[in-house]
């Protein structure tokens, strides 16, 4: 089985994958950001270094993907395949920071990947708002993040509203501006019964 955990920069992801992994005793699977050879770069000069991360995040979500079919595990993931298009690459599309010829090149690949291997089989979707998110960012106090934008945030929230509005997988949506599953275990349980409720038609 394969769980997908959603959400824009800051609103928990991996603190949740890690949490969820350890309850129901999951493989983690987690996205390659702090080794990702274009991130400072991009963050300094997105329009640059926009086909670059984005393919190199392609790569890794694939070979990702690849292992998760083969596993007999129930994979929990940090960010999906999907999301890098529907989200940030669409985004950049807009905002100019990538070429005709590049995005059609990055499509493409990813529709010649999504052929191979199939969706989650659920989606848990983090929903949070900008000011939940920049002050997630600056607590973290990640250099390269320094310098994203509320505009950007912003941009990328409206991006998964209107992507989870039209998914056609089983989703399910935490509103976390609320919530600290972190610290508080009523918080936690509150999510892990919403899972139970769709995996085991519990509660």
């Known amino acids: 089985m394969h769980i997908g955990i959603a959400g824009n920069i800051g609103c928990g ?3 949740l994958t890690r949490m969820l992994s350890e309850h129901y005793g999951w493989t983690p699977k987690y996205e390659a950001v ?3 050879p274009y991130l400072e770069d991009y963050y300094k000069d997105i329009q640059r270094w926009s086909y670059n991360l984005e393919t190199y995040f392609l790569a890794q979500r694939f070979q990702d993907l690849l292992a998760i079919a083969k596993s007999d595990d129930v994979i ?3 960010r999906t395949i999907m999301e890098g298009v529907h989200i940030f690459v669409a985004n950049n599309k807009a905002m100019g920071n990538l070429s ?3 995005f059609d090149t990055y499509m ?3 529709n010649l990947m999504m052929s ?3 969706e989650p089989d659920l989606l848990i979707y983090l929903k949070s708002s ?3 998110l920049v002050s997630q960012i600056q607590k973290r106090g990640r250099d390269y993040e320094k310098s994203i934008s509320i505009e950007y945030l912003s941009n990328l929230n409206e991006r998964y509203d209107e992507w989870i509005g039209n998914y056609k997988g089983k ?3 935490i509103e976390a501006d609320e919530l600290d599953f972190e610290h508080r275990p009523e918080d936690f349980a509150a999510i892990t019964d919403k899972i139970d409720a769709q995996l085991f038609g519990l509660f």
């Open 116 to 118: 191979m291997v199939r």
């Open 171 to 173: 989703v399910l949506v």
């Open 108 to 110: 493409q690949l990813f």
């Open 13 to 15: 992801k991996t603190t």
């Open 100 to 102: 005709d010829r590049d």
């Open 130 to 132: 900008v000011p939940t």
């Open 76 to 78: 929990i993931q940090d």
């Open 34 to 36: 702090t080794y990702n």
